[in-house]
């Protein structure tokens, strides 16, 4: 099934507000220290906290910032961003004209909101930045009734 863009800022959108967008840190080894998170953390924060999304090509260029700030997360916190990613992952792919998908969506970003907050939480910490600021999209509007004298 071919989705539009805005269904993708819909879906992707949904998610990162459930989560709350996160991030995460510690240290285990060169690959994962606290160093290279906080770097990785601060080279991508603008496109974690704000993703320009207006195709197809814009989900997997914003799923590979979030992949790739998360193969820098300490262990401590590596779980956490699994999960997170993994949420954002299946956004991706959920059609928003699928009541059912959407809602399922829902609850499992309601089930890892503890994660999020970790990563949020650690990453502020750490790096001194707040992951978070993400705003909804708006994909649809309406016109307000006319008002009556």
Request: contains cysteine; aromatic residues 4%; glycine residues 4%.
């Amino acid at each position: 099934m071919q989705r539009t863009p805005a269904a993708a800022a819909f879906a992707l959108s949904a998610v990162a507000l459930a989560l709350g967008s996160a991030l995460s840190a510690c240290s285990d080894g060169p690959d994962r220290s606290e160093g290279r998170y906080c770097t990785e953390v601060g080279t991508h924060l603008a496109a974690l906290n704000s993703p320009a999304i207006g195709s197809q090509a814009d989900v997997e260029a914003m799923l590979d910032e979030w992949r790739t700030v998360a193969s820098a997360a300490p262990l401590a916190v590596q779980p956490e961003w699994e999960a997170l990613v993994a949420n954002l992952e299946t956004a991706a792919t959920v059609d928003p004209a699928d009541e059912e998908a959407v809602q399922a969506l829902v609850d499992a970003a309601r089930q890892n909101e503890p994660a999020a907050n970790r990563v949020i939480d650690y990453t502020q910490r750490l790096c001194g930045v707040t992951i978070g600021a993400v705003k909804p999209v708006v994909t649809t509007t309406t016109a307000a009734p006319a008002a009556t004298t």
